[in-house]
């Protein structure tokens, strides 16, 4: 049981001591604890086999014959395992799921909390942190491109992801589909989240037309006063005075 080569048997200690482990007598699923079902370790002794595991890594774990525990089984929600990511899955409700650790897996798969990642003032979307084999760090993973990947396949050359409902942080399955730059831009534009629109159908115009020619026409008012009159800051009316905002306008 101590060979490296062959794998402990369930109900002796995964340390490699030969000791055979007593059974839960509650139950835990949060910690992947059932009652009846025999402990991984003696008492005291999964330290021992921690030491020993973190040498060997992730990848030597696998060798010697660490295996995924059986996928999550949630109610009207299809999980698939995530291939480029072992111990990782994908729900096609958008969950995403994990059992990796260090040098193996856990007993039982836990849910993964996204979050929001994206530049500042575009659209942000909803990403983990994912760790590849071999990988020493996680990579940042948009949620909505491994929906699409697992369940529909790989992205085609020159798509990117469509949200059908506008709704970026909606990853389910039945609201994804690959798209060109064109269908995006067609969706921004339908749900009213097209930030290149010029003049006052931006959504963050702080002016209108009739207030851009107004000021660029008068000739008296100092900036600070077309300021306060129109409420926005002296800097954006000299923007407006000297052309380099509101270009499109006369």
């Given amino acids: 049981m101590s060979d490296d080569d062959s794998t402990i048997p369930r109900g002796f200690c995964q340390c490699g001591c030969g000791q055979r482990t007593n059974l839960y007598k509650s139950t835990r699923c949060q910690l992947g604890q059932f009652k009846g079902e025999p402990r991984p370790y003696m008492r005291g ?25 059986p996928l999550p089984n949630v109610t009207g929600v299809e999980i698939r395992p995530i291939p480029e990511f072992p111990g990782y899955a994908i729900g096609d409700d958008g969950t995403v799921w994990g059992c990796r650790h260090a040098w193996g897996f856990h007993n039982c798969w836990h849910c993964l909390v996204p979050y929001w990642y994206g530049r500042h003032n575009k659209v942000k979307y909803l990403v983990v942190g994912l760790r590849a084999t071999g990988a020493k760090k996680r990579k940042r993973t948009l949620v909505h491109i491994l929906v699409l990947s697992v369940f529909r396949g790989p992205k085609p050359t020159g798509q990117e992801t469509r949200h059908l409902d506008g709704h970026p942080d909606n990853n389910r399955l039945s609201n994804l589909v690959w798209g060109t730059s064109l269908d995006n831009t067609a969706d921004k534009i339908k749900h009213g989240h097209d930030y290149f629109k010029p003049g006052q159908d931006h959504p963050q115009a702080k002016l209108t037309t009739e207030a851009v020619l107004a000021i660029r026409s008068d000739s008296q008012a100092n900036y600070n006063e077309l300021a306060l009159k129109y409420g926005v800051s002296p800097s954006l009316i000299s923007l407006v005075k000297k052309r380099r905002a509101w270009k499109h306008l006369p």
């Avoid at 002794?45 to 525990?69: C, D, S, V, Y």
């Fill in 45 to 69: 002794h999964h330290n021992r086999a921690r030491k020993q595991t973190q040498q060997i890594g992730f990848e030597e774990g696998l060798r010697r014959g660490a295996e995924m525990p």
